[in-house]
């Protein structure tokens, strides 16, 4: 693995055996005839009652807003101010933070877009990258 490899594998947030608990992969690296694209299909998961997991899908995305709203040094530092002060309080402050970013409209797209930006890290392994400023 090259050292470009490497250090993008390590920009990513998130593994993809916890999607899998919610998608079903269909099909993967699938070309699309006479063009160059690929396509992946994933379907929601079924509860024991038949019915698509909406809800548990949502409730994971949920807690995948902070990595995917807040910058990593941001996140980190969160972290050392909660094991110095032993508490989970700095953390939940990102965790609000981050849910202040969104819209309370509920036909926004931001929820997929939030979707597409954990399957693009976890699946496809290319990782967010952050503007620099």
């Known amino acids: 693995m090259s050292f470009i490899e490497e250090s993008l594998d390590r ?3 998130g593994s993809s055996t916890k999607l899998e ?3 079903l992969e269909v099909c993967k690296d699938e070309y699309i005839d006479q063009t160059k694209a690929e396509m992946h299909i994933y379907m ?3 509860d024991g009652n038949n019915r698509p997991r909406i809800n ?3 409730s994971y995305i ?3 807003i902070i990595d995917y709203c807040i910058p990593p040094e941001e996140i980190s530092k969160a972290k050392e101010l909660d094991e110095s002060h032993n508490t989970t309080q700095y953390t939940m402050k990102l965790y609000k933070k981050a849910e202040g ?3 309370d409209l509920k036909n926004t797209g931001e929820g997929g877009e939030l ?3 954990i399957m693009t890290q976890n699946i496809l392994k290319i990782p967010q990258v952050e ?3």
């Open 62 to 64: 949920s807690c995948c």
């Open 44 to 46: 929601l998961r079924l």
């Open 115 to 117: 979707l597409l930006s």
């Open 11 to 13: 920009l990513i947030r």
């Open 21 to 23: 608990a919610y998608l």
């Open 131 to 133: 503007q620099l400023t």
């Open 56 to 58: 548990d899908l949502a």
């Open 101 to 103: 970013l969104f819209t």
